[in-house]
């Protein structure tokens, strides 16, 4: 059984920085990628970044280069480094991994993430 671990996250102060840090388990197959979604209540969960197996990056408009994504999908490890929070981006933050034969989501149980002074 597929499962995705997640760390990281907690409360920051608007402009600070923190690191979320999702690791696979359970696949005998190489993901197509993996990276990390948000959602707030009341909202449709919305792409943060992504990370596809030849390393191509897809960030959220709202990220405005302030979020970085790293990681190796072979390994099964992504790390989305978040810098000059905002209170906006307040959110329960997914790690996701997909995989494309047969089309699968996955989904960790989430971590949360609180910009606040």
């Known amino acids: 059984q597929v499962q995705l671990v997640e760390s990281g996250g907690g409360l920051v102060q608007p402009g600070g920085s923190l690191s979320l840090s999702c690791a696979a388990a359970?696949?005998?197959?190489?993901?197509?990628?993996m990276g990390w979604y948000r959602q707030t209540p009341g909202k449709q969960r919305e792409l943060v970044a992504t990370?596809?197996?030849?390393?191509?990056?897809e960030y959220g408009d709202f990220v405005k280069g302030r979020f970085t994504l790293s990681g190796d999908i072979a390994g099964n490890t992504v790390r989305l480094q978040m810098n000059n929070l905002t209170p906006e981006d307040t959110a329960l933050y997914y790690c996701?991994?997909?995989?494309?034969?047969?089309?699968?989501?996955?989904w960790g149980q989430g971590t949360q993430v609180t910009v606040s002074s």
């Open positions: 990370m596809t197996n030849d390393r191509t990056t």
């Open positions: 996701s991994a997909r995989k494309l034969f047969p089309p699968q989501m996955y």
């Open positions: 359970g696949n005998n197959f190489r993901f197509y990628s």
